[in-house]
């Protein structure tokens, strides 16, 4: 008989890479009321003018492709909660008529995904 793992809180993973809460931290102070041209999604994966990629630096905290293996970091369910909370904490995109965040709320609400501070 096999039996599913919970998947980890916000907080349980803050407690085993405290990394986590600074990014976090610089994703929900970051300020771009005057670029209209700033995507949150593309902030998210990519960077953004001097921001490097978030999506790049997560990646060295948990999911599968962590550095150093371990039972709770290294899960998906991790990488799913960790990269959903800091793309959510990013600031909505600038007025330049960008809809994907808007785009990729609706698609987690028909999925039942929401994150979990």
């Given at each position: 008989m096999s039996?599913?793992?919970p998947a980890p809180t916000?907080?349980?993973?803050?407690?085993l890479e405290p990394r986590l809460q600074?990014?976090?931290d610089e994703a929900h102070a970051l300020r771009v009321d005057d670029d209209p041209l700033f995507c949150g999604s593309f902030?998210?994966?990519i960077g953004h003018g001097e921001i490097p990629s978030f999506k790049r630096r997560i990646r060295e905290l948990v999911g599968w492709y962590r550095p150093e293996d371990h039972p709770v970091l290294s899960t998906s369910a991790a990488w799913l909660l960790?990269?959903?909370t800091i793309e959510d904490a990013?600031?909505?995109c600038?007025?330049?008529g960008c809809s994907c965040r808007a785009d990729a709320a609706e698609w987690r609400r028909a999925f039942g995904?929401?994150?979990s501070l």
């Open positions: 039996t599913l793992t916000w907080t349980e993973l803050v407690a600074a990014l976090y902030c998210y994966a960790v990269s959903q990013l600031p909505d600038g007025t330049g995904l929401t994150s």
